[in-house]
Every structure is written in structure tokens, then in C-alpha cells.
């Protein structure tokens, strides 16, 4: 399947500080991004929806002032968690999509931890 | 209502038999549907995607696809201790370019 890279797998910060989370896809281009998160044992938790040069769609519940997406290019989706706090830490996964309908491809995924 | 809904499990099976996963969902514009494999601290891959009514097979794995009935399968003959993990079904909205996650059933095959 098609690659893509997310970055860092693992980050902690401290809370009130921004951090920044990087998805590429190494070998397609990705004209949809999907932002995740998944707290344990619990399911994926679609956050965002980001085509490529627009701004993201947010799901109902999620702060777009908080969590930033940026898709500014074909490769390449960021995603900045703002002033983060101790509640917003989990694992966020991003995934990428070449067209609607297709298979879409998982990163890594980030495990965040605010102390 | 929940857009994708499946048993969460744990479903256990003995090494060699057949798992069986179900999935449905509940928006009829829903036209093509997935079965992503998540490793407990990893981020899912995908197996299986399909698109059409009827049966899809690769290796050992086939899903299956009732749009009438709106539920999506996944077997996996031959099960083995690796393929032990949670199973995610995830459909996709064309129309809004909606991409949904069930909650995942947890599947244990005994050596």
C-alpha cells in the first residue's frame, strides 16, 4: 500500500506549550487528509477533514482554535495542538487519501503526553 | 445513532478456524467500505476494501458486502495467533467525504 509518514511518533510537552505534528504522503498525492485521535481502548475519533489548498472541516465537539490543521500541499498535512493541556493527551493519527472513494493510509501516529 | 457500529468482543477463535467480523452501517449513501487491522499501540493498515455487493477475497480473507442490509463482513479462514488484534470497518460518505470508524472488535485466536 501507499506510504505515509507521520512526525513525531513521540512527543511531550509541557502544558500551555504548542506542538506540531507533520503527515506526508511519501508516494501519492493525498488530496484529502483525516485527523484522528484514539484514546486507549477506544476507537478512532475523526477530528478533522482536510482537502488539500482549503480549510479543514471540523467535526462537531472539536476546537478549530485549538487544533490547527494546515494542508498546504499535496503531501503534506500539519497539525498544531495549541496551548495543550494534560486532557490532551493521546494518540493522533493522521490518515491520507489520493481520491474520493479510495482506500485511505494510515501514518504512525503520535503518541502526545502533556506533564 | 452511530454511523458504523460493531461487536467490540473479544471474539476468540482457535488457530485454524474461521473469524467472522460484522459490521453495520447506517447511512445509505455510504458506497465503499474498508477493514483496517490495529495492533494494540500501532495505528492501523488496511486490508480489505470493497466497493460492489457480493464477495471479495484476498488470501485469506474475504468481505463481504449486503447494501440492502447495510452490514459488511470480514473472514479470515485459516486464523493464526498473529492475526490476533482489533479490527476496525470504516465507510466512507461521498458525499461529504466522510470517512467513519466502527469501534473495532477485538479478536483472539488460541495456539
Known amino acids: 500500500g501507499a506510504v505515509v509518514s507521520q512526525h513525531p511518533s513521540r512527543v511531550i510537552c509541557k502544558s500551555g506549550t504548542s506542538v506540531k505534528i507533520e503527515c506526508r504522503s511519501l508516494d501519492f498525492q493525498a488530496t484529502t487528509m483525516f485527523w484522528y485521535r484514539q484514546f486507549p481502548k477506544k476507537s478512532l475519533m475523526l477530528m478533522a477533514t482536510?482537502?488539500?489548498?482549503?480549510?479543514?472541516?471540523?467535526e462537531q465537539g472539536v476546537e478549530k482554535d485549538k487544533f490547527l490543521i494546515n494542508h498546504a500541499s499535496l503531501t503534506l498535512s500539519t497539525l498544531t495542538v495549541t496551548s495543550a493541556h494534560p486532557e490532551d493527551s493521546s494518540f493522533y493519527i493522521c490518515?491520507?487519501?489520493?481520491?474520493?472513494?479510495?482506500?485511505?493510509?494510515f501514518g504512525q501516529g503520535t503518541r502526545l503526553t502533556v506533564v | 445513532q452511530k454511523e458504523v457500529e460493531q461487536n467490540s468482543g473479544p471474539l476468540s477463535v482457535p488457530e485454524g478456524a474461521i473469524a467472522s467480523l460484522n459490521c453495520t452501517y447506517s447511512?445509505?449513501?455510504?458506497?465503499?467500505f474498508f477493514w483496517y487491522r490495529q495492533y494494540s499501540g500501532k495505528s492501523p493498515e488496511l486490508i480489505m476494501s470493497?466497493?460492489?455487493?457480493g464477495d471479495k477475497e484476498d488470501g485469506r480473507f474475504t468481505a463481504q458486502l449486503n447494501k440492502a442490509s447495510q452490514y459488511v463482513s470480514l473472514l479470515i479462514r485459516d486464523s493464526q495467533p498473529s492475526d490476533s488484534a482489533t479490527y476496525l470497518c470504516a465507510v466512507n460518505l461521498y458525499n461529504f467525504n466522510k470517512f467513519y470508524f466502527g469501534s473495532g472488535t477485538k479478536l483472539n485466536v488460541k495456539p
Open positions: 470493497i466497493y460492489s455487493n
Open positions: 490518515s491520507a487519501r489520493g481520491g474520493v472513494g479510495t482506500e485511505a493510509f
Open positions: 482536510s482537502n488539500e489548498g482549503s480549510k479543514a472541516t471540523y
Open positions: 447511512d445509505r449513501v455510504s458506497q465503499s
